[in-house]
């Protein structure tokens, strides 16, 4: 059973909006910094928004700011991607992923694209 996995990717028109969730087992969110990462085709991966309950802000990419936000479900041990205002540059696979906030601070895991989790990935694509 792998540790996390993403669901709600799907096809959606440009301006609109998807929430993506990232299931964990056997990894306790709560103790770990979290990150979505992005892939498109023919680039490398990228740190969306990373974050932790230990910090009082999340990490954001500038390229998502005022339009992503992150949220935890410590009971469904499931943390979630609410994206809005989706552009075709939005396009790409995206995953989450953990790794135990003692080892990371959030900008270092968005930045150096880090987790010791994750998940395989959901297809988000935005076209018209």
């Known amino acids: 059973q792998l540790p996390l996995v993403e669901s709600g990717g799907g096809l959606v028109q440009p301006g609109g909006s998807l929430r993506l969730s990232c299931s964990a087992s056997?990894?306790?969110?709560?103790?770990?910094?979290i990150g979505w990462f992005r892939q498109a085709p023919g680039q490398e991966r990228e740190g969306v928004l990373c974050?932790?309950?230990?910090?009082?802000?999340?990490y954001y990419a500038d390229s998502v700011k005022g339009r992503f936000t992150i949220s935890l479900d410590s009971a469904k041990n499931t943390v979630y991607l609410q994206m809005n205002s989706l552009t075709p540059e939005d396009t790409a696979v995206y995953y989450c992923?953990?790794?135990?906030?003692?080892?990371?601070?959030?900008?270092?895991?968005?930045?150096?694209?880090?987790?010791?989790?994750w998940g395989p990935g959901t297809q988000v694509t935005v076209s018209s």
């Open positions: 992923a953990a790794r135990h906030r003692r080892l990371t601070t959030i900008q270092a895991m968005c930045d150096m694209v880090g987790g010791d989790y």
């Open positions: 056997g990894v306790t969110l709560d103790e770990h910094a």
């Open positions: 974050y932790s309950s230990s910090d009082s802000i999340p």
